[in-house]
């Protein structure tokens, strides 16, 4: 066995219903992946690779769509067709058209169950849908969900009509900026540092059998260095099987373990091969659901064998550590946008193409920022080795005493209500739940920069015992007070370390924003962002070095971390290291790999 066979598995593919009309719309800038894309090639990679199954339908393609007002009924005639799985104001959706609180988006289509699968109870899998979805088969509705980023599944079994087509049916409704949950930087009204709204589909659909009493739900390893061992509990949809784990380093079987599903099992791995950002190392995992001593689920899977945690060092600083020794994590914010599909990247070779691009300019880490990504993105990062920083997406900033780098600030959170509270909590636990499997993910961010901020400390606290096994920094760039683990500075542009914390670890979660505009590459023909400006990628590079520099002379001072915005342009930001479409690099690439390095080593 081999990890990268997870990106392959076997596909039982649904055909996607062909149109001359398609094409993709608008006329703003492009990566080179969007002019590859077609409705029977788009996204047919297995979605989950941390829990894969053999058999399963893609029904990503031509879907037919309409938009409505929110108290109208289903329309008797559609308005187009849609690529699914790109948002309805994107340019690869074909679509581009806004929706408002007042809309309502319908998807419908027609799916076919082989009839190998008769016998199964049949799950539908949404990746991510924006904001609030219910769906229907043929007419019934078979369930909904409220989030805008985190995966969830349906039974539909019961609405399946036996030797006929099934009419799959979706309706969406997104407010956007005009409610308080979390939705990020959208905006129905996109400037500066706020970008085009998401609505809809925007990740992978598809549905896959299970046996009708039992199946598997979730995996999630854990691995503990020290004591050679990984913990894996395994969820299933009724508690009573039992479950057999295989661990493989390659084609060699090295590890087997069995438990009542349900409860946790403990594997212990002999002389462990350790994840870490230069040596990525990925076991392969087999788990195995029976009941009855019968066979009723089988999916694969992967683990690795790494653990975060916060240490002093031999200067009495608090630091991060991975696997037992301190590591200074430098990398850039990314915020995961793309010119032609928005939240969703143009194809799985585009999605991972910015880590490649990260670990080729020396980074180590990533912040992703206020949004959260398909699971193949953070598959890629496990396999390519990219510590991953996981921001909580928050609402619409209100007004509060935040106090940018003042100790003891942010002291009077928002006043949300009930319900916004209660819409954080759902979708952070989800997002938490759904990501919590991938290794390269070492720090969960609650909150950043005051936006929405609520009750600090009893969010830092549940986030904590939700996953101790990983560092939190209850605001990035918002917490000056004592809790969670983390003290988190934002700085402009030139670094600067102005409050140090003895009991918590101090780190500089944003800083630079070196803009550069690059004519042919810019979104729009209005005001740019940058925090300084300059027309000359030379200046950019030595402006990059000389604030790297700094860096550097604070680390010996207690700094563990800096984060440079930003990766990528996104639409009217023009301070990424490349243009928006991936087409312009903007620094001398040789220059920031040898800075970066001495960065990074400057704690080994």
């Known amino acids: 066995m081999k990890h990268y066979i997870l990106a392959i598995a076997a596909v039982m593919a649904t055909v996607c219903p062909a149109s001359a009309q398609w094409r993709i719309s608008g006329d703003k800038i492009r990566t080179e992946w ?8 788009v996204w047919q990679e297995y979605p989950r690779p941390q829990m894969v199954r053999s058999e399963w339908a893609n029904l990503n393609g031509l879907w037919r769509y309409a938009i409505t007002k929110t108290s109208a009924p289903k329309p008797d005639k559609f ?44 799950m539908l899998n949404f990746g991510a849908v924006d904001w609030s979805a219910d769906i229907y088969l043929n007419d019934i509705l078979v369930g909904s969900h409220t989030g805008g980023y985190a995966p969830f599944s349906i039974d539909i079994t019961p609405a399946i009509k036996k030797g006929t087509k099934q009419r799959l049916t979706v309706r969406v409704t997104d407010p956007t900026d005009t409610q308080r949950h979390p939705i990020g930087k959208q905006r129905q009204t996109p400037k500066g540092i706020w970008y085009t709204s998401v609505s809809g589909i925007w990740q992978t659909v598809w549905i896959e059998p299970v046996d009708k009493r039992n199946h598997i739900v979730n995996v999630k390893p854990v691995g503990d260095v020290f004591k050679g061992e990984l913990y894996i ?10 479950v057999e784990i295989e661990i493989f380093d390659g084609d060699n079987r090295i590890a087997t373990a069995k438990s009542v599903c349900g409860n946790r099992t403990t594997v212990i791995i002999p002389n462990a091969k350790l994840w870490t950002p230069e040596t990525p190392f990925l076991y392969d995992m087999t788990v195995t659901l029976t009941q009855n001593g019968k066979t009723i689920d089988k999916v694969s899977s992967y683990a690795a064998m790494r653990t975060v945690d916060v240490r002093r060092d031999a200067t009495g600083h608090k630091r991060i550590c991975l696997n037992g020794k301190p590591i200074f994590m430098y990398g850039t914010l990314d915020q995961g946008w793309w010119p032609d599909g928005l939240y969703t990247a143009p194809s799985d070779e ?3 193409s910015d880590i490649i691009l990260s670990k080729e300019l020396g980074f180590n880490a990533v912040r992703k920022h206020v949004k959260v990504e398909p699971a193949r993105w953070y598959y890629h990062c496990d396999r390519e080795g990219l510590l991953v920083w996981q921001d909580m997406p928050n609402g619409v900033q209100g007004k509060n005493n935040w106090g940018r780098n003042v100790k003891g600030a942010g002291t009077d959170d928002h006043e949300l209500t009930a319900q916004d509270k209660a819409n954080y909590y759902h979708e952070w636990s989800e997002v938490m739940e759904a990501l919590r499997f991938f290794p390269s993910i070492v720090m969960w961010v609650p909150f950043n920069e005051a936006w929405t901020q609520f009750d600090t400390e009893a969010v830092a606290t549940w986030t904590k015992a939700k996953d101790p096994s990983r560092i939190i920094n209850s605001a990035s760039g918002g917490n000056m007070r004592e809790c969670g683990d983390i003290l988190d500075m934002h700085v402009y542009p030139r670094p600067n370390m102005p409050l140090y914390e003895s009991d918590l670890v101090v780190i500089l979660g944003e800083y630079g924003g070196i803009g550069c505009p690059i004519e042919g590459h810019l979104w729009w023909n209005k005001r740019n962002w940058g925090y300084i400006q300059f027309n000359d990628t030379e200046r950019v590079t030595t402006e990059y070095t000389d604030y790297a520099n700094d860096i550097k002379k604070f680390i010996p001072q207690g700094m563990s971390a800096a984060i440079y915005t930003q990766l990528t342009d996104v639409e009217g930001e023009v301070n990424g290291i490349v243009t928006y479409d991936r087409k312009v690099m903007k620094m001398d690439k040789s220059r920031l790999y040898k800075i970066n390095r001495e960065i990074i080593n400057t704690l080994k």
């Open 233 to 242: 509990d395994t969820d299933c949809a009724a508690n009573d099987g039992i």
């Open 34 to 41: 969007a002019e590859k894309v077609t409705p029977e090639s």
């Open 79 to 122: 308005d187009g067709e849609i690529l699914v799985p790109f948002a309805v104001e994107s340019a690869l959706s074909g679509v581009e058209r806004n929706i408002t609180e007042n809309d309502a988006l319908w998807y419908e289509r027609d799916i076919e169950i082989p009839a190998a699968w008769q016998t199964k109870r049949i």
């Open 350 to 352: 585009a999605l991972r």
